[in-house]
């Protein structure tokens, strides 16, 4: 099987079985899933979504974060992972924010990635989900899961994997491509042991395709042994 008809194959079963996919991060405005993107950096959607709200009460917007000392938002996000230096970008961002875009959040990507906290990933998320742009953000998920299917063909980081795969996924798709490997990655294609048994992908898979082949394989030689 060639790449394209991986491709064609993984996008049709999501389109088919997942039309709508979105973050499970919960957020009202632009600035609020800005800051819980920020904030979900090597942490749980499941974490981030159980600070935010107390967050955002305070701190409503960028105005309001503006003022902020560091230690107070240290204190109410203090849960979640990286609290110090996660607090120190949260106030520097909306301090930016402020004196340079108005409040608002930035549509462009080459904007967004020179506020404090936010790399490409952060960028391409906020463009994609707020501003419907044809981004595609590639976090620890989406470059695994791409991987192992072989949707990505040695992609030694982020970067690489995002070029190929935007080569393949058609602008229309890629913010939901972007949530679909991701909802896969974490409840299917997990890191650690991927549930190939319960996975609907198989037909596509680079990796379980060898994993079959070296299934047979031993089972072959199993049979030989047996009957010498
Ligand atoms: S078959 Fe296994 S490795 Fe392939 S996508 Fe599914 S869970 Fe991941």
Redesign the pocket.
């Known amino acids: 099987m060639n790449r394209r008809e991986r491709f064609e194959g993984v996008l049709d079963y999501f389109l088919r079985h997942q039309p709508h996919a979105d973050t499970e991060l919960r957020y009202e405005t632009p600035f609020q899933l800005l800051v819980a993107v920020i904030l979900s950096a090597q942490c749980t959607d499941k974490r981030v979504n159980l600070t935010t709200p107390e967050l955002f009460r305070h701190y409503p917007d960028a105005a309001a974060l503006a003022k902020a000392s560091e230690h107070d938002v240290y204190r109410l996000i203090r849960s979640i992972s990286y609290p110090n230096s996660k607090s120190r970008h949260l106030v520097a961002m909306a301090r930016m924010l402020m004196q340079h875009y108005g409040g608002q959040v930035p549509a462009d990507p080459a904007e967004l990635v020179k506020l404090p906290g936010v790399g490409r990933k952060t960028a391409n998320v906020i463009a994609s989900a707020v501003f419907q742009q044809p981004t595609l953000a590639v976090d620890t998920h989406v470059f695994r ?1 791409a991987r ?2 072989g949707l990505t063909v040695g992609a030694r980081n982020p970067l690489q994997a995002e070029k190929q795969l935007t080569r393949y996924i058609p602008e229309s798709l890629r913010g939901r491509a972007h949530h679909w490997l991701i909802l ?1 990655g974490r409840y ?2 997990k890191a650690r042991k ?3 048994s ?2 609907p ?2 037909a596509w ?1 680079a ?2 395709e060898r994993q079959e082949k070296n299934r047979s394989r031993a089972e072959r030689k199993k049979a030989v042994r047996r009957t010498a």
């Open positions: 899961v192992r299917i896969h299917v294609c991927p549930l190939c319960r996975c992908l198989t898979c990796y379980y």
